[in-house]
């Protein structure tokens, strides 16, 4: 029985696969769709016996939003379980070291200063610079203390929140409003590109997470009980926060900031197999996927307008962590 | 011996006293039989107006009071002149020791001076007039008939058309990167002090540029609290919202109001009109189902103009079918599959944009939409503002771009050289035909 909870929530990812395939405004008969899947798939040069558009609405813009969905999903609950395991904090989200707002201000001042790189970019590495600001203040005498390294990202979010506004103030509103939309994140300009750029650094950390879980699993249970079985914390914590934020920092610059996908992903996980991460970082990575992409699938299909999946997700996780915090009287941390 | 005392030595004071007395007796029959004096003077003249001020167009009423001292009746002639123009004149028969109240109506024009006559009296009172002029919000703004000070955060270049750039204190910080006021030979925009935008107000220095009128979009949601905050401290705002082509007709007369340049406002409606109507008797007869779907894209490929704002009227205007109009809202963020569903035959790139036309030709998503297949995607001049009468010249761009074969005889550069040059005196700073 246990097992295949364990098998169900593993596979998860491929029924909302084919689910969301056939989802869009545009009126492709389900069954077109996944013969024109399988068919471009396995015979990439055929020519196709569909109008040009099918081909177009399926393998160039379905199919990238949807990769794309899996591997945000997949990166931001990897990246939060990782981070909550190492912290000890049921609070701590991929954004906890400063990441969204860093990433915020490198966009805005993007859109503010024209600039050689793109908004990407920028989000990218403001977004990692403000996480190693975080790190850097956070460190006493090489060792670095998990509440000073929350305070940290809580002083780094501000200053880059202050710094965010003063852009703000100089934006003009059209540029505002695409700043605003960026910071509720959404999928709806996903191109193949964008799955290209994000798919190698995010399955390199889900595995390299994936192969570190049982370090995760000691250095949850506090830095001098991990030094006394013999674990190098600081190195240890180096590299697992670098993994985490880089796959966060990755999704973020690709798809803007999607909350509470890696605060309550991991926590639903944790629910279901346990506090063990040699199971909970592989199945955070597949139903965080699988989440991610049916909210988005729900963004783009109940108007005709697209919705931020931002909101989607933010809007779903705030009952669920209620319930949460009622039902365990928050002592969901075991 | 007393009465003789007196009877002796009175001769001279007997003379003096008949002296007094005769000169009193022939003062008083002097004054009884000197002629009446002349009735004129002997008025008392009282002229009121019933209100402090008048609006532009308010009937005054003026009323007039005229107390008869004399005790005989008398016909007058009442005449009321306003700035030396005659309003009224009339003759008054007055009663005798009584009073004629006399009411004289006029339209209020302009700020004046009232003479009254009566006879050879005369008074005069000064005529308070105020302009009032309905803004976007449906509000009535009174404001002074000749404004001195005016700061503009919205269409600063609809003042300078209209020949009033005199009167502006201060501009929106926008103002300063728009390539019309940045081509004016005869003003230096940057000299021109700003407070900031009607989405970033700093009101301090706005009170320093101690401003009479202020010219404010409504965009933002914060306008409303802007708004009473400067009414309070008795500065005018008329706010400003337009979403169709409609409203700048609106806009400009309302400036032509504001500024006391209604001949000029009308003037720049002609030009308009020119281009205008030349566009609308190629395009009007086109049937419905024939005209080509268009739609325009915003700073991003996928926000596209909906059912409201002027360039929803442009595409309409210029014989096309706008798809996404069945949307609601000026922009409107859609899905790519919406964009491949509606297939449009034209694209149209706002000028602004940071993407060009060969980002929507190279992008995998977009090759089988006609407008790409057919090359027919576009992008306007930036800076370009759609709501100043340039932006006529931006409907006969779009008329062009959607019906190439009924503008082929038309050079828009041509077009726009002489729209700017008799709406801002100077060639178009923006290139038209590549």
């Known amino acids: ?334 | 011996m007393k009465r003789f005392k007196l009877q002796g030595k009175s001769s001279a004071a007997v003379a003096t006293v008949s002296l007094v007395v005769a000169v009193v007796v022939i003062a008083v029959a002097v004054y009884m039989l000197w002629p009446a004096k002349p009735a004129e003077c002997r008025f008392e003249l009282q002229a009121s107006l019933d209100k402090p001020y008048y609006r532009v167009g308010d009937e005054v009423s003026l009323s007039i009071v005229i107390r008869n001292l004399n005790d005989t009746a008398t016909t007058q002639t009442v005449e009321v002149k306003v700035d030396n123009e005659v309003v009224y004149s009339e003759d008054v028969e007055i009663p005798a020791s009584g009073s004629k109240t006399v009411a004289v109506g006029f339209k209020a024009e302009k700020p004046s001076t009232i003479t009254v006559t009566v006879g050879e009296d005369s008074t005069t009172l000064s005529l308070e007039v105020v302009r009032c002029v309905t803004d976007f919000w449906g509000r009535d703004i009174e404001i002074p008939y000749n404004v001195e000070r005016v700061v503009v955060l919205a269409e600063y270049e609809i003042v300078y058309a209209l020949g009033a750039w005199d009167k502006v204190v201060g501009v929106s910080k926008y103002a300063y990167t728009n390539p019309v006021m940045c081509a004016l030979k005869d003003i230096n925009i940057s000299e021109v002090p700003s407070p900031g935008s009607s989405w970033s107000l700093n009101v301090e220095e706005l009170l320093a540029l101690d401003p009479q009128v202020v010219l404010i979009y409504g965009f933002s949601g914060r306008t409303a609290e802007t708004v009473e905050q400067l009414e309070n401290l008795g500065i005018k705002c008329v706010v400003l919202e337009l979403n169709s082509l409609d409203d700048i007709y609106r806009l400009i007369r309302l400036y032509g109001q504001i500024f006391g340049k209604e001949d000029r406002a009308e003037e720049l409606i002609q030009i308009m009109n020119q281009t205008l109507d030349m566009i609308r008797e190629r395009t009007a007869n086109i049937p419905y189902d024939e005209r080509p779907k268009v739609i325009h894209t915003w700073s991003k490929k996928l926000k596209v103009t909906g059912n409201m704002g002027v360039i929803n009227d442009l595409i309409e205007l210029a014989g096309g079918v706008n798809p996404a109009s069945e949307l609601e809202g000026k922009y409107v963020t859609v899905s790519i599959e919406q964009i491949i569903e509606w297939d449009p035959d034209v694209i149209i790139i706002w000028g602004i944009a940071k993407y060009g036309v060969e980002d929507i030709m190279n992008d995998t998503q977009w090759q089988t939409i006609s407008a790409v297949v057919n090359g027919r995607v576009y992008k306007y001049p930036r800076g370009i503002c759609t709501w100043s009468p340039e932006v006529v010249v931006l409907a006969l761009k779009f008329a062009k771009w959607i019906h190439p074969e009924l503008f082929s005889d038309v050079n828009v550069q041509e077009v726009a050289d002489q729209l700017f040059m008799e709406v801002y005196g100077i060639p178009s700073p923006f290139e038209w035909e590549p």
């Open chain 1, 1 to 334: 029985m246990k097992k295949l909870k364990l098998l169900v929530l593993a596979v998860l990812p491929i029924p909302a696969f084919f689910f969301s395939l056939v989802i869009g405004q545009f009126d492709i008969p389900p069954l077109t769709v996944y013969e024109i899947f399988f068919t471009k798939l396995f015979n990439p040069l055929i020519s196709s016996p569909w109008p040009p558009a099918y081909e177009v609405v399926v393998w160039n813009i379905r199919l990238p939003r949807v990769l794309l969905a899996l591997l945000v999903g997949a990166s931001l609950s990897v990246s939060g379980t990782a981070l909550q395991g190492l912290f000890r904090n049921p609070l701590v989200s991929p954004y906890i070291l400063g990441l969204s707002w860093g990433a915020n201000f490198g966009v805005a001042l993007s859109l503010l200063i024209p600039l050689p790189f793109s908004p990407q970019f920028m989000a990218f590495s403001f977004g990692l610079l403000a996480v190693f600001l975080a790190y850097s203040i956070a460190k006493v005498r090489g060792e670095t203390p998990v509440i000073s390294l929350v305070l940290a990202g809580v002083i780094v979010s501000a200053f880059f929140t202050a710094l965010q506004y003063i852009a703000k103030f100089f934006l003009d509103p059209q540029a505002l409003q695409g700043l605003v939309y960026w910071m509720m994140g959404g999928f709806y300009l996903a191109h193949w590109d964008d799955v290209m750029v994000t798919c190698i650094p995010i399955i390199f950390s889900v595995v390299m997470l994936s192969l570190m879980s049982w370090r995760i699993n000691v250095l949850s249970m506090g830095d001098a009980e991990a030094k006394m079985m013999g674990l190098n914390t600081e190195l240890n914590k180096v590299v697992i926060i670098v993994l985490a934020t880089v796959m966060a920092a990755v999704a973020v610059s690709v798809v803007g900031t999607i909350g509470w996908v890696g605060l309550i992903i991991p926590h639903l996980v944790r629910m279901a197999v346990g506090p063990d991460h040699r199971k909970l970082i592989p199945l955070s990575a597949t139903v965080g996927a699988a989440f991610l992409l049916v909210a988005d699938d729900l963004a783009r299909s109940i108007t005709t307008y697209e919705l931020p999946v931002g909101i989607l997700t933010t809007l779903s996780g705030v009952p669920f962590f209620v319930y949460l915090l009622k039902k365990t009287k928050g002592r969901s941390w075991s």
